[in-house]
């Protein structure tokens, strides 16, 4: 009990900390910027903070992490904006947002599916920085048990749960995965340190980035069919009502099971390095879509589909914060930058930050439920704005639209070479979407594939060939056993009508 | 995107500046338009972190009068960037901030960009390379670890960033020298390495001081020495009641590593003009006299050395035949 008193003690300390007019403003700011980054496809929030951080060195560092961390919030809601309305998502872990996102916004019901969205991630967010205020110690050594066998075991589990997300046929989603997979070898081999599959072009010795495929095969098949379906961009109707808004927020602790389940894998994948919030969102909606009684409404805009990856999303993001203080090891790619600007203050992140900085840890801790609060009504209140543009004719809308995946594209690299491959997967994902093939199942491989290799080597060179190291820790056995039932699971319940009665008929 | 419109601007300034009054033809050069820094690195790493503090030196004490932005084109170890530079021949706006990797890599494979067609700009510090344990392992000395990996050959697990780059080069080193045999596990980077150290995954690793110092300071890892030929500075306590000047070097605990350290570098596009190689020259001498330098220095425990024109020449050569001679051991040249 003391513990906890102590702790609230100091997290009112950090709210003072954070009330200040000063650091009130820039939170705004960056929560501003942020959305912006948020809506382009390509400037991810880790890119975001990136170029932000610079203009942060004259300013206090709880000042300046507060901007920063803002800038987070918001990039990543406003990465669920252009999710619902445009199919494309704005930010890597806004991908699973699209799958029935979109369906909602098609059906008219896009301000539902954003203040669903936002509301979600708000919770979310709020039990990742929980989290982070009372559980520092222990979580951060959590994260220390996982070597490469736990890793793979990790991967095989994300696998696992979202095999069979792609629909009816899963013969297409293995062969979707399997082209994942083989693109994810291309480029330079972290384990040989060899290049391959590159077929002697240079541009492809950096591999295949999958926000080009998600641009491309998503975006770009997208506007490609919607062209093909009479120039209409098929959402209507799209005004944010207040009243709609308010009604889907009173609604929201109807969905808690996913609410809860969501941020729980979300701080999960938030405090393990390495793995972040993209993956956080894929799982967390292969596990609504596992346990879900209506299956059957996924992807065609189902609201737990919104709800999980979104709470996730943001219960990640923010639990990230949580190992790159206590730690010094990012939770993801964002925290990494956050952590280069800590040390840049000459702030060593570590066990130590937390009795020599309180001021500045609790500070940000505090900035945190408030940062997160902010951004969910700065979104919600700049929506509209956004949904408004549902109302252009397509034939103006959708050029712009090419335009900004183009820009997405160029962002991340900064290379022609890349704007041509988005449009090659562009012609690849029409494809894809003609002949009935999902497209996620590759995404996802394409993300996974390459640490999945990289952690299933490295545990092939720990062990010395050995394929026991994945039995060996009780962490991995656990997780090798959730992906083995989460994978043969549903197959087992499909037909165990069939099974009892083929038992039957022999006993 | 501000800041290139400013850009914009006070180029199209300068040229009506020179349209309406011809100016006498200056001897020097300075940059007229934004710079861009090019991190070879993903964001959050330590090149990340050298190249932003020669930002933040640049502009908190305004060394360059142009905007500089700062890119990452980290992807395949850093070659992207490189490749980029390789590509933009003539242009003095643009420099590349790496390691040894830009000599390293193309021993072993064809990465697309020729070091030669680079301007080799200068070296601005050293980052030692430290031998750290595990600190629940019995060993807490080099002669107890090359003893535990005497007894059992290939037992001995020592995680680094990347393959056939400065750590496993420098893992090699150590087997060579020592007469041992262990097992290299290569990880995406040197934080990967940490972290899998202080879990106990691996048993040793060869991270430079900043890459391990949190891990230190927990008490998860314990430096062994140091591969330099002297000490590293005092700079006060860092971790556990020692500074980094308490950590032995390498010949001090009988390890015959004299010194195998790791230039944080800066590269520029091939074909400048020698007042713009002697410009940026000066920069950089500049920004090692600033107290964001020193704060940087001290805070990653980096030796400051800096070394431009022939000094560096000479150094990267020395560095190559290094490298050429334990890959040729270990078979990676390329072609092999």
């Known amino acids: 009990m003391d513990f906890f008193i102590d702790q609230l003690g100091l997290l009112s300390d950090g709210f003072s900390v954070a009330l200040s007019l000063q650091n009130m403003l820039f939170l705004l700011f960056g929560v501003g ?57 704005g930010e890597p872990a806004a991908l699973p947002t699209t799958f029935d996102g979109h369906p909602m916004a098609l059906q008219g019901k896009a301000s539902e599916a954003m203040a669903l969205a936002f509301s979600s991630s708000a919770v979310g967010a709020m039990i990742g920085t929980l989290l982070l205020t009372f559980a520092a110690s222990w979580i951060a050594d959590f994260g220390l048990r996982f070597g490469a066998p736990e890793y793979f075991a990790i991967y095989l589990l994300a696998f696992a749960s979202f095999i069979g997300m792609g629909g009816p046929d899963p013969i297409k989603t293995l062969i979707s995965i399997m082209v994942g997979l083989g693109l994810s070898t291309i480029g330079l081999d972290t384990v040989s340190g060899d290049v391959r599959m590159t077929f002697g072009l240079l541009d492809l010795v950096k591999g295949i980035s999958f926000m080009l495929v998600v641009i491309g095969m998503i975006g770009i098949g997208e506007l490609l069919i919607t062209m093909e379906s009479n120039l209409e961009l098929r959402g209507v109707a799209a005004r944010m009502d207040p009243r709609v808004v308010l009604r889907t927020i009173i609604s929201l602790p109807r969905y808690w099971v996913a609410l809860i389940r969501s941020a729980a894998v979300g701080c999960w994948m938030g405090v393990l390095p390495g793995s972040g ?131 997405g594209a160029f962002a991340i690299t900064m290379s022609l070479f890349d704007i041509y491959m988005t449009l090659i997967f562009g012609l690849l994902g029409y494809l894809f979407k003609k002949l009935d093939y999902p497209i996620a199942p590759l995404v996802l491989a394409l993300i996974l594939g390459d640490q999945a290799e990289e952690s299933f080597r490295q545990s092939m060179i720990l062990s010395g060939g050995g394929i026991g190291i994945f039995w060996e ?35 | 995107m501000n800041s290139n419109v400013k850009g914009r601007f006070f180029s199209l300034a300068a040229m009506v500046s020179v349209a309406v009054c011809p100016l006498p033809a200056f001897a020097d050069w300075a940059p007229e338009n934004d710079i861009e820094f090019v991190a070879t690195s993903k964001p959050g790493g330590g090149t990340d972190r050298f190249t932003r ?48 990797q830009v000599w390293m890599l193309p021993l072993t494979s064809d990465l697309g960009y020729d070091r030669n067609d680079l301007t080799p700009l200068a070296a601005m510090a050293f980052d030692e390379f430290i031998i750290w344990v595990n600190a629940d392992r019995p060993y807490d000395t ?57 879990g106990g995954h ?135």
């Open chain 2, 53 to 100: 503090a020669i930002q933040s030196a640049i502009q908190n004490n305004g060394l360059v009068d142009q905007d500089i932005r700062v890119v990452y084109q980290g992807a395949a170890n850093g070659t992207q960037g490189l490749v980029y530079i390789d590509q933009n021949a003539g242009d003095p706006h643009k420099l590349a901030f790496a390691t040894s």
């Open chain 1, 277 to 407: 919030a993209t993956i956080a969102s894929m799982m967390s909606y292969g596990f609504a879509r596992r346990f879900s009684a209506n299956r059957e409404a996924f992807g065609k805009g189902a609201r737990e589909g919104v709800v999980s990856p979104e709470a996730a999303d943001h219960a990640a993001a923010t639990s990230a914060m949580l190992p790159t203080l206590t730690l010094g090891i990012p939770g993801s790619g964002t925290a990494a930058v956050l952590l280069g600007g800590l040390l840049m203050w000459g702030l060593q992140p570590g066990p130590m930050l937390f009795v020599s900085q309180p001021d500045f840890v609790w500070g940000l801790v505090g900035s945190m439920y408030l940062g997160n609060l902010t951004a969910v009504v700065v979104v919600l209140l700049s929506a509209p704005l956004f949904a408004a543009i549902l109302r252009i004719p397509f034939a103006y809308i959708g050029p712009v639209i090419l335009v900004i995946c183009m820009i």
């Open chain 2, 202 to 336: 691996v048993d040793a690793n060869t991270n430079n001081p900043a890459e391990n110092l949190a891990q230190w300071q927990a008490g998860k890892v314990v430096p062994l020495c140091v591969a330099s030929p002297t000490r590293m500075a005092d700079t006060g306590i860092v971790a556990q009641e020692k500074s980094w000047a308490d950590i032995p070097t390498c010949i001090e605990s009988g390890l015959d590593i004299e010194s195998f350290r790791f230039p944080r570098t800066v590269f520029m596009p091939g074909d400048l003009t020698e007042e713009q190689l002697a410009y940026w020259q000066g920069v950089m001498e500049k920004v090692v006299e600033t107290e964001e330098w020193q704060t940087y220095v001290t805070n990653s425990g980096l030796t400051s050395a800096l070394k431009v024109g022939d000094d560096f020449d000479a150094f990267i050569e020395d560095s190559e035949g290094v490298g050429q001679q334990i890959f040729e051991n270990a078979g990676w040249l390329k072609g092999n």
């Open chain 1, 33 to 89: 910027i942020g959305i912006l980054v948020g809506v382009l496809p390509g400037l991810g929030a880790a890119n975001g903070v990136a170029i932000l951080l610079p203009l942060t060195f004259g300013l206090e560092p709880v000042t300046a992490m507060i901007m920063l961390t803002a800038t987070y919030w918001g990039a990543l809601l406003g990465g669920s904006i252009t999710s619902i309305l445009f199919n494309i998502p």
């Open chain 2, 142 to 198: 080099v002669e107890g670890l090359i003893e535990a990996a005497r007894k059992d050959p290939k037992g001995i697990k020592v995680g680094g960033g990347k393959s056939k780059d400065a750590d496993h080069v420098f893992t090699k080193l150590i087997e060579e020298r020592a007469g041992v045999e262990v097992t290299y596990v290569p990880y995406k980077g040197g934080a990967e390495a940490a972290v899998q150290l202080a």
């Open chain 1, 473 to 507: 820790s009780t962490l991995s056995k656990v997780l090798m056993t959730c992906a083995a039932l989460a994978l043969l699971g549903p197959a087992l319940i499909k037909n165990r009508a069939l099974i009892t009665s083929h038992l039957r008929n022999r006993g």
